[in-house]
């Protein structure tokens, strides 16, 4: 965590701006990028949407740079090279070597991150940078990668204090992405995402699932097809994904009309691509005897789509919840009372989460039968049923941790 400790206990007010990380950009040499950049924006399913993309460009043959976020425990995670994490030493240098723009742009802990991708990946020499929004779009510090096509998965309930109240707002800053004259991808053509795009973009710019792409699949058991995929640019059929859910066929189909933007797909390289994808803290299996799921959804709408499938796959598995205090997870715990009679609550240690006391009043009020609290993600290893750990990726993060350590 060696950049997350040179940030450790600063207090930034964040001004929405691009300022701070474009003149830093300039100032380390990195405004004309010697590779081309995806970016990847939208509420959920950016980071399922960038896995799949970095996985199609890596099997065609490609080298990637990958710039992921959140982290779950380690913060080389967000830093990849064809699929690998970033070394501690080489972290250590990037922090080091950059620290001085760091100080001298006043740059917050996200546009220090991203400055490290831009330069990591330049190093390196990949021939594609994924990247995937942090929050937004119209400020956030990745748009400096200089995208050649852009993708918006969708707009849902999140970041409300920063990105808008109403659905219409949220849709604004998330099209900030688009730079005209490059494509973008609309995960929808429902409002306000679309109907606001064709206010804001150019009509030959736009690609719109379900307009000029199309993919169905089903879900069985713990396996997610994606039957068919259709296009003028690209079709494939009787895929099995690497990542689990319903929503990946939408999050996959984005994923193909992005790539295809930069690409030409091969059939053979794509089905590769798609079985091998991974992305942890994703409906990730950490063990299956007793099954122990993790996912990172962490606003209202994502637990909602994790549940709905849970119950149309005939999945039972007990919830092991906990809240950030600044989001609606009194919303989302709504979904899990509707799932199951008993649920695990548990207070993570970062200094963002919901109090016990807080977690365990709303669970009465929603009139669980069972209430059981647990005192650390370590007790969440030893449960002896099958459960789903969900509500915040701190939490995952947090057991990942403790299953990391248990097994050196």
Known sequence: MVLYELYKGKDYKIVPTLDRIQKAVEYVGLKNLPYTSILVGGTNGKGSTCAFSESILRHHGYKTGWFVSPHLFDEKERWRINGQKISEERLKYYVDSLKKAFEKFDL???EACTLIALKFFEDEKVDFGV???????????TKVCNPSACAITNVQRDHTKWLGKTPEERAMEKLGIYTPGKPLILGSPKYPLYPLALELCREEDLLVAGMDFFAKGKVNGMQTWLDEFRSEFFQIKGVKLGLWGRWQIDNVSIALALTAQVIKLREDR????LEGTRWEGRMEVLREK???VVDGAHNPDGVKVVINQLKASNIKLTPVFTGL????WRESMKFLRSFSDRIYLLEISHHRGESLSELVKEAERLNFQEIITLNSPEEVLNLKEDVLVIGSLYLVGEVKECMEANRK
Do not use: I
Request: charged letters at 30%; aromatic letters at 16%; hydrophobic letters at 40%.
């Open 270 to 273: 794509v089905k590769q691509a």
């Open 325 to 328: 205090k600044e989001k609606e």
């Open 131 to 141: 990247f995937e929004v942090g929050m937004g779009g119209r400020w956030d510090a």
């Open 290 to 292: 007793p099954l122990l």
């Open 108 to 110: 917050t802990y996200f």
